[in-house]
């Protein structure tokens, strides 16, 4: 089994700032790649930034230069410093992880996902 916990959401006032923060514990040979994805009123679930196991990092274009993800190898942690926070990045965030499992001589790829938490962006 797998777990992701994630914690750092909150209010905050636009043009504020938050971290995120996701830890991956349980049966874990080694991760793929891990970050967030975050789901709006309204709207469909969005890749807002990841990191590979190799430090390679993709975001969304709503968040680039304001928004810079980050990762502690050594504790299977990622983080994610979002600052000039706007109303429309208001969204339940959710950590993803996809990450390789041993079973018996084999390693086998899964998705793992964190249970959200909400950023609310309001005066």
């Known amino acids: 089994q797998v777990q992701l916990v994630e914690s750092g959401g909150g209010l905050v006032q636009p043009g504020g700032s938050l971290r995120l923060s996701c830890s991956a514990s349980?049966?874990?040979?080694?991760?793929?790649?891990m970050g967030w994805y975050r789901q709006g009123p309204g709207k469909e679930r969005e890749l807002v930034a990841t990191?590979?196991?190799?430090?390679?990092?993709n975001y969304a274009n709503s968040v680039k230069g304001r928004f810079t993800i980050s990762r502690d190898n050594a504790k299977n942690t990622r983080y994610l410093q979002m600052n000039s926070l706007k109303p429309e990045d208001t969204a339940v965030y959710y950590c993803?992880?996809?990450?390789?499992?041993?079973?018996?001589?084999?390693?086998?790829?899964?998705?793992?996902w964190g249970q959200g938490t909400q950023v609310t962006v309001s005066s």
């Open positions: 349980g049966s874990i040979f080694s991760i793929n790649v």
């Open positions: 990191i590979t196991n190799g430090g390679s990092t």
């Open positions: 993803y992880c996809n990450l390789n499992q041993q079973r018996g001589w084999q390693l086998t790829s899964s998705d793992y």
